[in-house]
């Protein structure tokens, strides 16, 4: 695996996620800066990281979404090449129009901060195939705005193609309102593009993959992709 | 030459923000509030005085950044 993790200004789970990707797939990931305009040689992994780019200023993520570097992260997508959003990352593809939709303010208007389950919805892609189909697997959220929302028409599309990886659900599994954390369409917690190459997720399977955060439940992701780039390579 | 681009969410799309003003209005006994819709306005100066370019410019601006036309509509004024 030859990640690289973007680091914009007010970015700050870059770290995190750095570390969770060297402990799982033994390699260093590349911090690149948002002033780049190109990815370093042989990147198969592209992570775009939580946090408060541009303090959130103008709406979450759209500042960063028009940064020199995600040029080059378009170019490499449309190639066919590994995006991963995490939390602020979500909303970065999202405005960068690399994913469809938008997160809008979560519907009780709170910030929340803390661990909720998700159900896997299929475990044949490269984002899921560390978990079975229908597992539930704890992982912490932390945002003021995970409320994905799209039009009718592209959330009946994304649904038709089988595009929602995860869902907010209870702990056995069961996805309903009062498990909707944040308000969103269809309970959706992340979702790829068309081609399925890039996911956003609002929750940090990153906060749990060693045994001292108190879950392991978020490794399977970073064991998925890192079995899925060795079988590549 | 100062413009105005007014940014608004497009009908239909939840606005927590608008709703929770919305409750405080009356809880404030204002009367006579029905709904409300929270927007944004950018004031913006520009160099030049030709019109068209003007709001060109302030077009391409608002598509490219201040708005997210997912969810937003805009309207541009030359003041």
């Known amino acids: 695996m030859k990640a690289a993790i973007l680091v914009?200004?007010?970015?700050?789970?870059?770290?995190?996620?750095?570390r969770a990707l060297r402990l799982v797939s033994g390699?260093?990931?590349?911090?690149?800066?948002?002033?780049?305009?190109?990815l370093p040689a042989g990147t198969d992994l592209v992570v775009v990281?939580?946090?408060?780019?541009?303090?959130?200023?103008?709406?979450?993520?759209?500042?960063?979404?028009?940064?020199?570097?995600m040029d080059a992260v378009r170019d490499y997508a449309a190639k066919g090449g590994l995006v991963l959003g995490v939390c602020n990352g979500f909303q970065i593809l999202c405005e960068s129009?690399?994913?469809?939709?938008?997160?809008?303010?979560?519907?009780?208007?709170?910030?929340?901060?803390?661990?909720?389950?998700?159900?896997?919805?299929?475990s044949d892609t490269p984002f899921t195939r560390g978990y079975n189909a229908g597992q539930v697997i704890r992982v912490p959220v932390a945002h003021g705005e995970g409320n994905y929302e799209a039009d009718e028409e592209t959330i009946k599309r994304i649904e038709g193609e089988g595009r929602v990886l995860y869902r907010y659900c209870?702990?056995?599994?069961?996805?309903?309102?009062?498990?909707?954390?944040?308000?969103?369409?269809?309970?959706?917690?992340?979702?790829?593009?068309?081609?399925?190459?890039?996911?956003?997720?609002?929750?940090?399977?990153?906060?749990?993959?060693?045994?001292?955060m108190g879950c392991t439940d978020g490794r399977g992701l970073f064991a998925g992709l890192t079995a899925h780039l060795e079988k590549a390579a | 030459m100062k413009a105005r681009v007014t940014v608004t969410l497009k009908a239909g799309i939840l606005d927590p923000q608008g709703k929770a003003i919305e409750g405080a209005l009356k809880s404030l006994g204002v009367d006579g509030?029905?709904?409300?819709?929270?927007?944004?306005?950018?004031?913006?100066?520009?160099?030049?005085?030709?019109?068209?370019?003007?709001e060109a410019?302030?077009?391409?601006?608002?598509?490219?950044?201040?708005?997210?036309?997912?969810?937003e509509n805009y309207r541009v004024e030359l003041l």
Not at chain 1, 27 to 38: D, F, I, L
Not at chain 1, 49 to 69: E, K, N, Q, T
Not at chain 2, 39 to 51: N, P, Q, R, T
Not at chain 2, 57 to 71: E, G, R
């Open chain 1, 8 to 18: 914009f200004p007010g970015i700050n789970r870059e770290r995190d996620m750095a």
């Open chain 2, 57 to 71: 410019a302030l077009k391409d601006a608002a598509d490219k950044l201040l708005a997210n036309t997912v969810i």
């Open chain 1, 27 to 38: 390699h260093e990931p590349a911090m690149v800066w948002h002033a780049e305009t190109s």
């Open chain 1, 97 to 122: 129009g690399l994913l469809p939709g938008v997160l809008m303010r979560n519907a009780r208007l709170k910030f929340i901060c803390k661990d909720v389950h998700l159900r896997v919805e299929r």
């Open chain 1, 170 to 212: 209870s702990a056995d599994g069961v996805v309903d309102e009062s498990h909707n954390i944040n308000g969103a369409a269809h309970s959706i917690a992340g979702l790829v593009n068309d081609k399925g190459n890039v996911l956003g997720m609002m929750p940090h399977p990153e906060n749990h993959v060693e045994d001292i």
């Open chain 2, 33 to 54: 509030v029905a709904s409300v819709r929270q927007g944004k306005v950018f004031d913006i100066e520009l160099a030049g005085a030709d019109k068209a370019k003007a």
């Open chain 1, 49 to 69: 990281p939580g946090g408060f780019s541009y303090g959130d200023y103008l709406r979450c993520g759209a500042i960063a979404a028009r940064a020199p570097v």
